[in-house]
């Protein structure tokens, strides 16, 4: 039900759009996010958004710099990746239907991930 893109190579200092499209009624009026794997560690929160308020919540190592936005036409949940360093690279994993905006635990649906390298 979710289908993630947009990774890819991008320099340090560089911008970045993952985009998740998202099917099914049910995904709807609950949280969708972002979460993201670098090698070695473990997954993290990245960004969050409430289908229905639009209210979002980031970790503090991307405010700024990250921006997460729904199009609700398309069904779809972007995440806009600006100034991008190295501790960025990972892979990213979008989530949906949510119940607790940072606990990975509570999101029901899951994308297939999409790489993001940031290279020098």
């Known amino acids: 039900q979710l289908q993630a893109s947009g990774g890819g190579l991008v320099q340090a200092g560089g911008s970045l759009r993952l985009s998740c499209a998202a099917s099914?009624?049910?995904?709807?009026?609950?949280?969708m996010g972002w979460f993201r794997q670098a090698p070695g560690k473990e997954r993290e929160f990245v960004a969050t958004i409430n289908w229905t308020t639009g209210i979002a919540f980031y970790a503090g190592s991307v405010q700024g710099r990250f921006t997460i936005s729904i199009d609700n036409a398309m069904n779809t949940a972007h995440l806009q990746l600006n100034s991008v360093n190295f501790e960025d690279t990972a892979v990213y994993y979008c989530?949906?239907?949510?119940?607790?905006?940072?606990?990975?635990?509570?999101?029901?649906?899951w994308g297939q991930g999409t790489q993001v390298t940031v290279s020098s």
């Open positions: 989530a949906a239907r949510g119940f607790s905006a940072r606990d990975a635990a509570s999101y029901s649906y």
């Open positions: 099914g009624h049910d995904i709807y009026g609950y949280y």
